[in-house]
C-alpha cells in the first residue's frame, strides 16, 4: 500500500507530465490570408515546414489580420515588408500604430513593376514622363491600399506623381491588370510572371503584348522611390524571352521582401525555432512554393521600421546573419 508521500509524489509527476505534454503540443495560429492569395500559399508551406519540425502550427485563412497579430490572437502571419513597416509606425496605408508587432524574417523576395502596352514605346519611366498627361493609370486601388503606393514609388523614381496622369480608379491589384488587358488604361503594376499578367500580354498580342517601363535607379531615383518603399529596392533585370514583359528588353524593377511577422509576447524560444524551421529547410519549402526559390538565408534580416523578435535576433546571432544591412 502506498503513502500518502509516496501518493503526493505520483501524483506531482503525472501533474508535471501533464502539464509537459500540454506545452509541446501547443497550437500555434498562423494566418495566411484568403485562399489563393499569396498569403495563403507561403503560409501554407511555412506552416507545413513547422509541423515536419517539432511545432504543431494551424493555419487560418483570414483577411486583413495584422491588427490580429499585433492584438495576439494570432501568432504569425505574412506581409510585403513595405506594409509591415507602415502597419508598426501607423503612417502610408495604416491610421493607427501597431506597437506589438515584430518581425520574424524575409520569406523571399518579390518583384514587381509598371507594364504598359508594348506599342506605346514606354521603354523608360523617362518616355512615360515626356507622354504622361495623355496617358490613363490604374489608381486608387480601394482594396489593395498597399498597391498606389507601389506605382507612386516607380513613379517618383522618374519625377512624376499620380497627378500628371489621367486617372482610373480600380478596386483591386488584379482588377488594375485585367483594365490593362482591356485597353482601360496604358500603367497598371504587374508582380513578375504574375498570371493575371501573362492573361493581359495575350489579349494585347496585337500590340506587341506588355512590357515593363524601366524605372530609374540612379542615387535621385532611388532616394524618391524610397519615400514610398521604405523597405524596397531597385533592381536591374536582364532581358529574358521567357518573361513577360522582359521579352524584348531588360529593365530596372522594384523588389520588396515577403515578411513573416509575430506578436512580441510569443515567446522567444518558439520564435527562436519557427527561423531556423525556415532557414534551415529551403528545399522543402520550394517543394510547397517555387517563390521559395528566392530566399536567401543570409538576407533574411535586412532594416525595416518595424522591429525584429528577440528570438528572432537570437538565431540570427547564432547563425551568424547580419540583421538591419
Request: with cysteine; charged share 20%; glycine share 12%.
Amino acid at each position: 500500500m502506498k503513502t500518502p508521500k509516496q501518493l503526493h509524489a505520483i501524483c506531482a509527476g503525472i501533474a508535471f507530465t501533464a502539464l509537459s505534454l500540454s506545452a509541446s503540443a501547443e497550437v500555434v495560429s498562423v494566418a495566411t490570408g484568403a485562399q489563393g492569395s499569396l498569403a495563403f500559399t507561403s503560409g501554407q508551406a511555412v506552416a507545413k515546414v513547422l509541423n515536419d519540425n517539432g511545432i504543431t502550427a494551424r493555419t487560418q485563412p483570414l483577411v486583413g489580420y495584422l491588427p490580429l497579430i499585433d492584438s495576439g490572437e494570432v501568432d504569425f502571419g505574412f506581409s510585403n515588408g513595405v506594409e509591415a513597416g507602415y502597419a508598426f509606425t501607423g503612417t502610408g496605408n495604416y491610421d493607427r500604430k501597431h506597437p506589438n508587432m515584430r518581425l520574424v524574417g524575409v520569406m523571399f523576395p518579390l518583384s514587381t513593376g509598371i507594364m504598359a502596352p508594348c506599342d506605346l514605346g514606354l521603354k523608360t519611366i523617362a518616355d512615360v514622363k515626356a507622354k504622361s498627361k495623355d496617358l490613363k493609370i490604374a489608381a486608387e486601388y480601394k482594396s489593395s491600399t498597399i498597391i498606389p503606393y507601389y506605382i507612386a514609388g516607380g513613379l517618383a523614381s522618374g519625377g512624376l506623381t499620380y497627378d500628371d496622369f489621367q486617372n482610373v480608379p480600380v478596386a483591386s491589384f488584379v482588377d488594375g491588370i485585367k483594365a490593362l488587358g482591356d485597353g482601360l488604361v496604358d500603367l497598371a503594376l504587374v508582380s513578375l510572371n504574375n498570371g493575371a499578367g501573362k492573361k493581359a500580354a495575350v489579349k494585347l498580342k496585337d500590340r506587341g503584348g506588355l512590357c515593363y517601363v524601366s524605372l530609374n535607379g540612379d542615387a535621385d531615383g532611388n532616394a524618391a522611390f524610397k519615400k514610398f518603399l521604405p523597405a524596397g529596392v531597385l533592381k536591374p533585370f536582364k532581358q529574358n524571352e521567357k518573361i513577360n514583359g522582359l521579352a524584348g528588353s531588360g529593365a530596372t524593377l522594384m523588389q520588396i521582401p515577403w515578411v513573416m511577422m509575430t506578436n512580441a509576447n510569443v515567446s522567444d524560444d518558439l520564435v527562436y525555432k519557427t527561423v531556423k524551421s525556415v532557414a534551415e529547410n529551403k528545399d522543402a519549402l520550394v517543394k510547397s512554393l517555387g517563390l521559395f526559390r528566392g530566399a536567401n538565408k543570409d538576407t533574411m534580416a535586412p532594416a525595416n521600421d518595424m522591429p525584429y523578435h528577440p528570438g528572432a535576433l537570437k538565431y540570427y546571432k547564432d547563425a551568424g546573419i547580419t540583421v538591419g544591412k
